[in-house]
């Protein structure tokens, strides 16, 4: 008698666990070059466990820096087609003696898995590869056609695949794309991820005079870089933490009624955000708007540092020539970064204080945007999702930026399922990263019974 579903996942749970421990050994830390032959090693990792799986036509594809895998099994005709996305590189561990147990040793504590990369993003995407792998073994066949992406540079910027994806439109055709890089609103809860906040990254730099001045000789005269650049700062948002820009907020839409009302129905303590979360002694922002809508659902401007001066020990009394700052804005869907950029550009000229020049350096962009609830794919995930953790599921969005669920949007012009099985605390990029063990089985089963049912 075939196996079902669950009957296979269980038995060979001790070899998909072991196989991922395996994984996540390689320490693929994308941006130090020192680790380039172990990102090279995940690549061929992925690339051996597609083919264990039965996927066809799986390719190492060479970039200009990091691999992208490929793989397709095409043989449904008729069936929709699943474009599974994730990435095999992770953050570097740092620092080290944060970890209760190495980094690249994962460890099994509390009914977690402990180790880089364990939630972020490779167990998750490993996920895909059994739930192919489980339905392969017990059908003998898939009930969709799939396509694999996986990108070996997600945490140094993604430029490889961003490059790859317009290039190759025919190639990654698809009727939906499938992530598993988010986490589930709170242990238990089934959540899909519907919306997403683009981002627009710049850098302000500020000239005053020709060189750094003595302050006793011509303090009082000569312009402060630093002071100006504070000054040019402080006008980007008023203390209500509106955003100057003009015209900044003309496509803003708010959210529909039912995403206000299933967000008032999801266990959120305002009081608890504030003292475990953010830490601090009160929040900050549109405070006319609910918590989770200043987060999911706003535009904001942040200042991410600033640099410039003299800041070693003693005292060293100049009057800085250069200052810089690091500051981004995240959009919300119908946004236009281009238009952002040109908008900020203009009023940050307007704002630069007498004796300062500025300039506004743009290190990145991606649009916010939107899925369709009511996609079939959504609705079948939905579905799937709420039988498998035993209650109704609830529909978020990230205050983050996901660029490549952009490029499948506005480039292959299809939507993305974000189904993700990590917790809010997995603390990712921090030490200790965690993923639950319960949540790496249930995710394989759950995504083989999404693939099964959408191609019903």
Not at 398 to 423: K, N, R, W
């Amino acid at each position: 008698m075939p196996h079902s579903i669950d009957s296979f996942a269980s038995l060979h749970q001790d070899r998909f666990l072991s196989e991922l421990f395996d994984f996540i050994r390689i320490p693929s830390i994308s941006t130090l070059p020192e680790h380039n032959g172990d990102v090279r090693r995940a690549a061929e990792f992925v690339a051996q466990s597609l083919r264990h799986a039965g996927l066809e036509n799986v390719e190492i594809i060479e970039t200009d820096r990091h691999p992208l895998i490929y793989a397709d099994w095409l043989h449904a005709p008729g069936k929709p087609t699943v474009l599974c996305y994730g990435h095999y590189d992770v953050q570097p561990p740092d620092p080290l003696e944060l970890w209760e147990t190495p980094p690249f040793e994962p460890t099994l504590r509390n009914g977690n898995i402990y180790a880089r990369g364990a939630v972020d993003d490779k167990g998750q995407m490993y996920m895909h590869v059994k739930a192919v792998e489980t339905l392969m073994a017990t059908r003998g066949t898939l009930p969709v056609n799939v396509k694999f992406l996986i990108e070996g540079e997600e945490e140094v910027g993604g430029a490889s695949i961003s490059k790859y994806v317009p290039e190759n439109k025919a190639k990654l055709a698809a009727d939906v794309a499938l992530v598993s890089d988010t986490a589930l609103y709170a242990e238990g809860i089934p959540t899909l991820c519907i919306g997403l906040r683009g981002l627009v990254y710049t850098e302000i730099e500020a000239w005053g005079p020709a060189r750094d001045l003595h302050s006793g000789l011509y303090g009082g005269a000569a312009p402060n870089a630093i002071f100006g650049l504070v000054e040019l700062l402080g006008r980007l948002k008023d203390a209500g933490g509106r955003i100057q820009i003009p015209g900044f907020y003309d496509t803003v839409r708010p959210p529909a009624p039912e995403e206000h009302e299933s967000w008032r129905q999801l266990p959120f303590s305002e009081q608890e955000f504030l003292d475990h979360e953010v830490g601090s002694t009160a929040l900050t922002g549109e405070l006319q708007y609910h918590v989770l809508e200043r987060v999911w659902a706003r535009p904001t401007l942040e200042v991410h540092g600033i640099a410039g001066g003299f800041t070693g020990a003693g005292s060293k009394t100049v009057i800085p020539a250069r200052a810089t700052a690091k500051v981004s804005l995240r959009l919300v869907p119908d946004q236009d970064p281009v238009a952002v950029v040109d908008a900020f550009r203009a009023y940050v000229a307007s704002v630069t204080p007498a004796g300062i020049r500025s300039e506004v350096r743009v290190l990145g962009t991606s649009p916010g945007l939107l899925v369709d609830p009511n996609h079939d794919a959504i609705r079948v995930a939905a579905g799937v999702f709420a039988e498998a953790l035993g209650r109704p599921t609830v529909f978020t969005r990230s205050g983050g930026s996901i660029p490549i669920v952009g490029e499948f949007a506005h480039h292959l012009g299809i939507p993305t399922v974000l189904m993700g099985f990590g917790l809010p605390d997995d603390g990712l990029h921090s030490p200790n990263e965690k993923f639950k063990l319960d949540n790496y089985y249930t995710g394989i089963r759950t995504i083989a019974r999404f693939l099964e049912q959408y191609g019903a």
